[in-house]
């Protein structure tokens, strides 16, 4: 997945299973990152996106 953002903030990703269980937490400092869900088996994920004025959840649908 891609995330772009407008400002210079860092953003914390976090990514969630079904469950609500946090599988995986980074901190990015660019504005046009990519993170790879290779690891992941197919099915249904959150990406919560953070930084100081706001924050985001998206339902993402992983299938290879």
Known sequence: ITIMWDN?????????????????SRIIT????TI????????LYYI???NSD???LNKVI???
């Open 8 to 24: 210079d903030n860092s953003v914390v990703v976090k990514i969630y299973n079904v469950l609500g269980e946090e599988l995986s």
């Open 48 to 50: 919560e996106t953070q």
């Open 54 to 56: 706001s924050s985001f």
């Open 36 to 43: 790879c869900l290779d690891d992941f088996p197919n099915g």
């Open 30 to 33: 660019r504005k046009n990152n």
């Open 62 to 64: 992983l299938a290879k």
